[in-house]
């Protein structure tokens, strides 16, 4: 059997969340090995009771397992394991993130840069216009939008996009095999075209109340910030946006009317200093140092010969991601150091003035 249909039958356990997945491989060597354990040996795994043990050893998950492989073949559906090479950058470091993840699109999820796009499914000819608006201006930074697929600002940033011929993806709360809601099926379409969608729901998986929290924490992991336009206090886009902020991301929001209902979303995150406030595409690119694509310029890397190998792999890092500003959690994943060394490391870094520190807890060459 191969190894893909025993990552796939870890997402089918019921009582096995990303968490408790992620620690089920560890502490039995990889995915086969799990179902290959003895009950024995699962019970003494912590949190591991004798409902999960007998679950994980029923022999009806590998074979749900087995139908979904044949839908992944059958349907050209790339599958990125939380353990792989492929899968997405941005998600690897926080240990709620998917174990697998289901993919139908054209877009390398790795893009140097992203903006996650969300709000009210109902927003006002205000609200719309001022989504079409930052996504025209957006354009000129060269970058990847992200949204959930669902009615109103989803759907205006996903067709603005296309429209821009940016490449979009789009987040769900069900599989594969579901297109949700159904009259967004042509944007689906052309969006696997100039982007993808992207789920971790098995692809027979309907959408339910609870997965669309679950589909927000990638939206907002997935992307470098998160822009709020038009929201009540409490919704989709707020628990997103609250994510994001968790995740130590940026967070933008659109400032509204007092008094509007729409408006008092984004203003909340703006008052609470949750969001930064943004009118514009060049407020966003302000913040998070972005220039226009046209307008890139390469910096001359500084030369030391006094550093140490670990040092100039930090600054490699740095460099090769200087578009994005790369945060601690990624030069952490990608340098194999520990915290503790590495925060070494960039604070001489910081006083031999080679980088510097910018808001969000990334860094930039100097």
Same mark, same amino acid.
């Given at each position: 059997?191969?190894?893909?249909?025993?990552?796939?039958?870890?997402?089918?356990?019921?009582?096995?969340?990303?968490?408790?997945?992620?620690?089920?491989?560890?502490?039995?060597?990889?995915?086969?090995?799990?179902?290959?354990?003895?009950?024995?040996?699962?019970?003494?795994?912590?949190?591991?009771?004798?409902? @999960?043990?007998?679950?994980?050893?029923?022999?009806?998950?590998?074979?749900?397992?087995?139908?979904?492989?044949?839908?992944?073949?059958?349907?050209?559906?790339?599958?990125?394991?939380?353990?792989?090479?492929?899968?997405?950058?941005?998600?690897?470091?926080?240990?709620?993130?998917?174990?697998?993840?289901?993919?139908?699109?054209?877009?390398?999820?790795?893009?140097?840069?992203?903006?996650?796009?969300?709000?009210?499914?109902?927003?006002?000819?205000?609200?719309?216009?001022?989504?079409?608006?930052?996504?025209?201006?957006?354009?000129?930074?060269?970058?990847?939008?992200?949204?959930?697929?669902?009615?109103?600002?989803?759907?205006?940033?996903?067709?603005?996009?296309?429209?821009?011929?940016?490449?979009?993806?789009?987040?769900?709360?069900?599989?594969?095999?579901?297109?949700?809601?159904?009259?967004?099926?042509?944007?689906?379409?052309?969006?696997?075209?100039?982007?993808?969608?992207?789920?971790?729901?098995?692809?027979?998986?309907?959408?339910?109340?609870?997965?669309?929290?679950?589909?927000?924490?990638?939206?907002?992991?997935?992307?470098?910030? @998160?822009?709020?336009?038009?929201?009540?206090?409490?919704?989709?886009?707020?628990? @997103?946006?609250?994510?994001?902020?968790?995740?130590?991301?940026?967070?933008?929001?659109?400032?509204?009317?007092?008094?509007?209902?729409?408006?008092?979303?984004?203003?909340?995150?703006?008052?609470?200093?949750?969001?930064?406030?943004?009118?514009?595409?060049?407020?966003?690119?302000?913040?998070?140092?972005?220039?226009?694509?046209?307008?890139?310029?390469?910096?001359?890397?500084?030369?030391?010969?006094?550093?140490?190998?670990?040092?100039?792999?930090?600054?490699?890092?740095?460099?090769?991601?200087?578009?994005?500003?790369?945060?601690?959690?990624?030069?952490?994943?990608?340098?194999?150091?520990?915290?503790?060394?590495?925060?070494?490391?960039?604070?001489?870094?910081?006083?031999?003035?080679?980088?510097?520190?910018?808001?969000?807890?990334?860094?930039?060459?100097?």
């Amino acid at each position: 059997m191969s190894d893909l249909l025993y990552q796939i039958a870890l997402t089918i356990i019921h009582s096995v969340g990303p968490i408790t997945a992620k620690q089920l491989v560890a502490y039995c060597g990889g995915p086969e090995a799990v179902f290959r354990e003895s009950k024995k040996n699962l019970l003494k795994i912590p949190y591991i009771g004798l409902n @999960t043990a007998n679950e994980i050893l029923d022999v009806s998950v590998l074979q749900k397992a087995e139908k979904e492989l044949e839908f992944v073949h059958g349907n050209k559906i790339s599958c990125y394991f939380y353990l792989d090479e492929a899968y997405p950058s941005r998600l690897k470091p926080y240990n709620d993130s998917p174990v697998m993840l289901f993919y139908s699109g054209t877009q390398d999820l790795n893009h140097p840069r992203s903006i996650g796009i969300v709000g009210t499914r109902k927003p006002s000819p205000h609200g719309s216009l001022n989504c079409e608006r930052i996504i025209e201006e957006l354009k000129a930074y060269d970058l990847m939008i992200i949204s959930g697929l669902a009615y109103g600002i989803d759907s205006i940033s996903h067709r603005k996009s296309l429209t821009e011929n940016i490449p979009t993806i789009g987040v769900m709360g069900n599989g594969l095999q579901i297109t949700y809601p159904a009259l967004n099926k042509n944007l689906r379409q052309k969006m696997e075209q100039n982007g993808g969608i992207l789920t971790e729901f098995l692809s027979d998986t309907t959408p339910e109340r609870e997965h669309f929290p679950m589909r927000n924490r990638i939206i907002a992991a997935l992307s470098d910030a @998160t822009l709020v336009i038009e929201s009540e206090k409490k919704g989709g886009s707020m628990i @997103t946006a609250q994510f994001a902020f968790s995740y130590n991301k940026d967070v933008f929001a659109v400032p509204g009317r007092p008094g509007d209902k729409m408006s008092e979303g984004p203003n909340f995150l703006i008052k609470s200093n949750v969001a930064a406030l943004a009118d514009s595409a060049g407020d966003i690119a302000y913040k998070m140092l972005w220039e226009k694509s046209k307008n890139k310029k390469n910096k001359q890397l500084k030369l030391f010969t006094e550093l140490s190998e670990k040092q100039k792999k930090i600054i490699e890092i740095i460099r090769l991601q200087e578009d994005k500003s790369p945060g601690i959690d990624h030069i952490h994943h990608i340098s194999g150091l520990s915290l503790s060394e590495l925060s070494a490391l960039i604070l001489e870094l910081e006083c031999l003035n080679i980088i510097r520190s910018i808001p969000g807890s990334r860094y930039t060459l100097i």
